[in-house]
Every structure is written in C-alpha cells, then in structure tokens.
C-alpha cells in the first residue's frame, strides 16, 4: 500500500512504525538474523530500528503530551523484545535523546556546509567536491581573519562529530583531532569511539563553528562580493 501525506500526527506516527516494521522483518531474515550483532548489517539495520524507535517516542509524547517517564513506559509496553533493541527506561530515552543530537547536528551542519560552498561561489572560487574541509580550508585561508586554525578548528569539529554519526559511532580518518572550545574538550582517534558527542558537546561545537562563519561573514573579502 503506498504511503499518503499525513494528515495527523497518528498518521505520521503509523508511517513510523509502518518502517521500523519494515526493518525488524529484514533483520529476522535467515540471512541476517544469524549474523553477529558486531556485523555491519546488524549495525546498520539496528541503528536504523534505533531511530525510528527514538521518532516514535517522541512523536507519541507530542501526541498524547505525556511526560518523559510516560512516554518510556508507552514505548516499553510495545516494543517487541525480540528485535535486538534494549528496551529499558534507559535505553527508550537513549532513543529519543539520539534522534534529537543527531538530527539537531546533522541538519545544521549540512547548512553550514552549503554556506561554505555558496560564499566560495559567490567569490568566484571554484568549491572542492571532495569534503567539507576541502572548502573550509579555502574559505579561511582566503579571507583575512586573526586566527585561521582556530577557525578551522571551529569549522572542523562538528564536521567530524558528523563524520562519526557516518561511521556507526567510529571516527575513522587517518587524521587524529583534538581540540578544546570554551572548556569542552573533543578529541577523534582512528577507529575509535570518541566520547564527545553529548548535547554540550554539539551544541558548544555548532555554536564555535557559527562563531567562525560570522567572522568570515564580516571580512572584507566577503563584503566585497556580498555588494
């Protein structure tokens, strides 16, 4: 049956759940369900089930304003305990807390890269098609700010913190990164779990890089073009 827009937050949350279903039927496959949770198929499909879960969550609280120990509880009383997913209090609101991170990094980040691109445009620089430092690193270096590695840095941060969410929670870069912004210390070593991806963390690396984009903003270089 095909999707339709929904109309209603019990649409969207029975398309929700339409998908997680959808999921949880390809990991009890033979094929899958006989695999190691370290495989990267069980990784990778558990982590998409861990999303949708956290989706769910939310949604459902939104939908019946309940609070956070309610909306755990709700969500206990569904969840298929087969399916591989912790389903404690604690890992309910992991759910939750996730989706909200990431989406909150993400999505930021993805803005804040196509501002990189379009102020490299709009200075006739050609933008690099091979990542993001590729352009941040042209960017700083041709403008005249005080510090350039710290803002590179700034830029770099939450674009590794991205990164991270890409690699199923591992840094994995021939390059280590470390770096301390407003007291907040963040460090990436290769093919390792960095321990800095709580909401501190992001929101002092979105706000830096933020901070760094508004310096760039305000240089002569960028003013030139933006008139």
């Known amino acids: 049956m095909p999707y339709t827009a929904p109309s209603t937050l019990d649409d969207l949350i029975s398309m929700i759940a339409r998908l997680s279903d959808r999921v949880g039927a390809k990991r009890a496959r033979a094929s899958v369900a006989s695999l190691p949770m370290t495989d990267a198929r069980q990784i990778g499909l558990r982590g ?3 999303i949708l879960a956290g989706f ?4 459902g609280a939104i939908r019946h304003a309940r609070t956070a120990k309610q909306a755990t509880d709700a969500f206990l009383d569904v969840a298929p305990h087969d399916s591989g997913v912790p389903v404690d209090a604690a890992g309910a609101k992991s759910f939750a807390e996730m989706v909200w991170r990431w989406s909150l990094l993400t999505m930021l980040h993805f803005k804040l890269d196509s501002t990189l691109h379009d102020i490299l445009v709009g200075m006739n620089k050609l933008p690099g098609k091979t990542g993001f430092y590729t352009n941040a690193k042209a960017l700083t270096d041709t403008v005249s700010i005080l510090d350039k590695k710290k803002s590179l840095d700034a830029l770099m941060t939450s674009a590794y913190m991205r990164n991270v969410f890409h690699n199923n929670g ?7 990164f470390s770096v301390t912004l407003d007291a907040v210390s963040y460090d990436f070593q290769n093919g390792k779990q960095p321990q800095c991806l709580s909401w501190e963390h992001i929101c002092t690396a979105l706000e830096k890089a933020l901070d760094a984009v508004d310096e760039i903003l305000a240089t002569p270089e960028v003013i030139r073009f933006a008139s």
């Open 56 to 59: 769910a969550i939310t949604l």
């Open 48 to 50: 998409m089930q861990e």
């Open 170 to 176: 591992t840094h994995k870069s021939r390059y280590a």
